[in-house]
Structures are given as C-alpha cells and as structure tokens.
C-alpha cells in the first residue's frame, strides 16, 4: 500500500493490541483473575500478523477447511512516521503518519493472553486499507467510532473514547520496551464480542475519513 506521504509506503510489520478496548476487557473479567492468569494485564499485551496476513480491501478471507467460521475485529491502524522509541506520552502523535483501517481475522479460541499463531497468522487474515489518512485529516482519533457491517448489515460498532490506553498512551507504553520503525502499523481497538463470519459472506469495516474496507469471505479448499 503507498500514499502521499511519508514514509510513503508500509513495512510490512503489524502489531495489534488485544485487551484495550473496555468491552474486551469486561468480556474476560470473570476468568482474568484465575489461573494461569491471576489478574488483569497491567501492560499492553500485543500480538503479532506477519506479512503472510497482510491483504487488501476486495481481496477474499478464506474459511480453512473444517472451520464453519472466523472472528472479525475492526481496528485502527497507526501507521508510524518516524523511528518511535521511548516516546512520550505528550507526544506520541508527533510519530504518527497516518490512520488505516485493520481487519484482524482469527480463528476463534478462548485464550485472549497467549493468543495462538496458528489461529491469528493464517493467509490473508489481516486485510488493511483501503487507504492511509494523513494524521491531521482525522481530528481527534481517540473519538473516532469504527463500525462492522456484515452483509450489510450492522454487526458491531465500537468507539475509540472506551479505549483502555487512548493511544497517545499505548504508544508510549509499546515503545517503552520496543522501537517501531517508520511503515510499522500498531493496530488499537478491537472490541467485543468479534463478529463471526461465513462463507458466502461480505464484511466491511468503516470508520469516518477513512474508507470502507471490505472483503469477501470464501472456503478454503481441503
């Protein structure tokens, strides 16, 4: 994906943040504080999707065979500008590029801490786009509402203003321990409960200046 500005073009590396939307985080409340886990996260607790994931709007979502269906969690995408490492909190939006739209597709699965790679990093289960917003063409990004349709229909919608750790915040806090390099996309947002989705079936993700992505959901072959 390319666009008007820099760093002009993606790099391919996407991490996602699971847990920092209020909703996830209710969702998992009565078992967070059993073990193994004995208690909410106190850090980010992020995920990775690889450049096997990575797909565009209009490309298809394929079902694995013997699965009936997949999650769907919309979120937005951070595309960073410049090198970001122990950035600070006030200002975090300086080493921000733009905004994207994520659609990140799992295998569904109980396990939100330790999620399985087998289950987040299949083919072409992290389509984005279908554009990248420059930073000040979206006014205030922590009000941003995101909204999934499913065949048209509306499946979900969730705001930005129940995130957990606005993202000023998670930004400082994911390159306090790590450094993301301009093209890199830190993907915030994903409220529950996932929509699932079909064969046969069309999901979209919208979200105010930033496009529709959609994509088409297929079997997979045996």
Known sequence: MTFDFAPFVLSGRVYGS??????????????????????????????IKPRNTLSVSGSPIEVPAGLQELEVAAMLGLVIGITACRVSEARAHEYIAGYTLVNDVSVPQPNYYRPSVRYKARDGFCPMGPRVAARDSIGVPDALTLRTFIDGSLAQEASMSQLVRPIARLLA?????????????????????????????TVSIEGDGLGTLANPVVAGSE
């Open 173 to 201: 806090d994911v390159t306090e321990f790590m450094t993301l390099a301009p093209g890199d996309v830190l993907a915030v947002a994903a409220a529950a409960p996932a929509p699932r989705i079909r064969a046969g079936q």
């Open 18 to 47: 699971l847990l920092n939307h209020r909703t996830a985080l209710v969702a998992v409340e009565s078992v967070a504080h059993k073990p193994p886990y004995n208690g909410l996260p106190r850090a980010p607790v992020l995920f």
